[in-house]
């Protein structure tokens, strides 16, 4: 459906921004109208990452007067095969002012707005009254969740996007006039049913692929023109080459945006609501936490130990800790890595950073392995604190 223009045209273009926006105003469903409300919005894009980059870069290109742009995150060297507003020379710096430089090279004629900071309850209501449209470029529920509560709650529209490995998903969440992420996922998944990035890998060019889109669908709710995709969902396979739309509608029975809505403020706490660890792994892992310094001990000391790697294979091939036996946390869950314990050795798991190994922790001691442990930080606190001459990622 079409919608009205989400802000009012600025009084006047300047012959620079005439030059540089010709492009545009050739377009008879911009011109010099579109443009001129383009140069009037404020936006602001949550998260300078995967996502963020190339919208942050096509906002500033289509000349958006006010771009604001957070992140608390700075610029780490397996960023770069993706976050392409990012570079070599950003290496340490914070996102926030990497994306800013970058941005201001695209168009000097437009503001920028750093914030660099953690998005979080205490903030994010005086963050966002600043802006007219919000970009979702996060990478996790809780933050996802916070995003739509926020923007239902201030009557803001935002543009949401999500990518893993070679699928991605976007869509334009408006209380309004149609549903919020809450109409589309009512609750969180259960923890590590759904891998993040970090975890499970992205192609970088989809980023691209989904950030776009996002932009696509800010210009149209900005100016005016075309139909937002409000109420529908786009579904993109990068490796079938495929798109698809599926409606999604309003749920009037949704606690937030419903006909009698029930939650009217911001939730005390989103980690807990999406629960990154599940309770079970959480109580598996009182007491039974070691650091990686407390099994480079054992290994030394000649413990007899049992150490699990429970990793995928592709992770295991880029960087492993000495001795590690791989059985990958899947294993663990339909119960066919039990057998494979030793029964006379402690079983000491880990893997990437310490969440899966808590959750396959949970099901070791439930099996009856009380004494065993996994080590906290995992793979990455191995290579940062015991041997800096493995790779990291």
Not at 72 to 85: A, C, H, K, T, Y
Not at 102 to 115: A, K, S
Not at 152 to 163: A, H, T
Not at 245 to 262: A, I, M, Q, W, Y
Request: glycine share 8%; with cysteine; charged share 20%.
């Amino acid at each position: 459906m079409s919608l009205p223009p989400l802000v009012e045209p600025a009084a006047e273009l300047t012959r620079d921004e005439v030059n540089r926006y010709s492009r545009h105003l050739i377009i008879p469903d911009v011109g010099m109208s579109g443009q001129k409300r383009l140069k009037n919005s404020k936006v602001l894009v949550v998260g300078a990452g995967g996502l963020g980059s190339p919208a942050l870069l096509y906002l500033a290109a289509a000349g958006v007067g006010t771009l604001g742009v957070i992140d608390f995150d700075v610029v780490d060297e397996s960023n770069l095969q993706r976050q392409i507003i990012h570079r070599q020379s950003s290496l340490g710096k914070p996102k926030v002012e990497s994306a800013a430089e970058t941005v201001r090279e695209i168009n000097p004629l437009i503001d920028v707005v750093v914030h660099n900071t953690a998005l979080d309850r205490d903030n994010i209501m005086e963050i966002f009254s600043q802006y007219d449209l919000i970009l979702d470029g996060t990478d996790n529920f809780a933050t996802r969740y916070m995003v739509n509560d926020a923007a239902v709650l201030l009557g803001k529209p935002y543009v949401w996007g999500s990518i893993y490995r070679f699928d991605g998903q976007a869509s334009v969440f408006w209380a309004e006039y149609g549903p919020c992420y809450r109409c589309l996922y009512p609750e969180p998944p259960p923890p590590g049913m759904v891998p993040s990035c970090a975890e499970g890998g992205v192609l970088g060019v989809l980023c691209s692929s989904i950030g776009s889109i996002q932009v696509n669908e800010a210009i149209k709710l900005l100016t005016g023109i075309g139909e937002p995709i409000v109420g529908r969902l786009m579904i993109y396979d990068a490796l079938e080459m495929t798109y698809r739309s599926v409606k999604v509608r309003k749920d009037p029975e949704c606690p937030l945006c419903g006909k009698n809505p029930t939650q009217t403020e911001l939730l005390e706490d989103y980690e807990a609501f999406c629960g990154a660890v599940s309770e079970e792994a959480t109580e598996a892992a009182k007491d039974s936490t070691i650091t990686v310094h407390d099994l480079k001990a054992m290994q030394d000391g000649g413990e007899d130990i049992f150490l699990v790697d429970v990793r995928e294979p592709n992770e295991y091939e880029i960087v492993s800790i000495p001795g590690a036996t791989l059985i990958p946390k899947g294993e663990f869950l339909n119960g066919s890595a039990l057998e494979r314990l030793p029964q006379d050795k402690k079983i000491v798991l880990h893997c990437k950073s310490g969440v899966r190994s808590a959750e396959a922790l949970a099901v070791v001691k439930n099996a009856g392995f009380a004494d065993a442990v996994h080590v906290g930080g995992g793979v990455l606190a191995w290579v940062n604190q015991i041997d800096p001459s493995q790779p990291s990622y």
